[in-house]
């Protein structure tokens, strides 16, 4: 089983930016698919961004050029750092994994509970 942690989630103003952590335990995050999504009010859980065990990146269209993800192997954490912070981007921000090298699709496996981030104009 792995154990995903999320943290940094806060109220930022618009243009503002913001790193959201998640610390994993049980399994290494260099060795899989990771991923994080968000569910803003009213909406559907989206896929925001995800990264293989090769480095390969992909991000939803309304992030790109905004939202960088990344891991750090030594610390078994992955991060999404967010620019330009937009008030359409209030949601609680997810963090999840799968038991996959690579990221053929969006479906994970676990997930944390959540950090929220609220953005205001």
């Known amino acids: 089983q792995v154990q995903l942690v999320e943290s940094g989630g806060g109220s930022v103003q618009a243009g503002g930016s913001l790193r959201l952590s998640c610390a994993a335990s049980?399994?290494?995050?260099?060795?899989?698919?990771m991923a994080w999504f968000r569910q803003g009010p009213g909406n559907e859980r989206e896929g925001v961004a995800n990264?293989?065990?090769?480095?390969?990146?992909n991000y939803a269209n309304a992030v790109k050029g905004r939202f960088t993800i990344s891991n750090d192997n030594a610390k078994n954490t992955l991060y999404l750092h967010m620019n330009s912070l937009k008030p359409e981007d209030t949601a609680m921000y997810y963090c999840?994994?799968?038991?996959?090298?690579?990221?053929?699709?969006?479906?994970?496996?676990?997930w944390g509970k959540g950090t929220l981030v609220t953005i205001s104009s």
């Open positions: 999840a994994a799968r038991l996959s090298t690579t990221c053929q699709d969006w479906a994970m496996d676990y």
């Open positions: 990264i293989d065990r090769y480095g390969n990146t």
């Open positions: 049980g399994s290494t995050i260099s060795r899989r698919c």
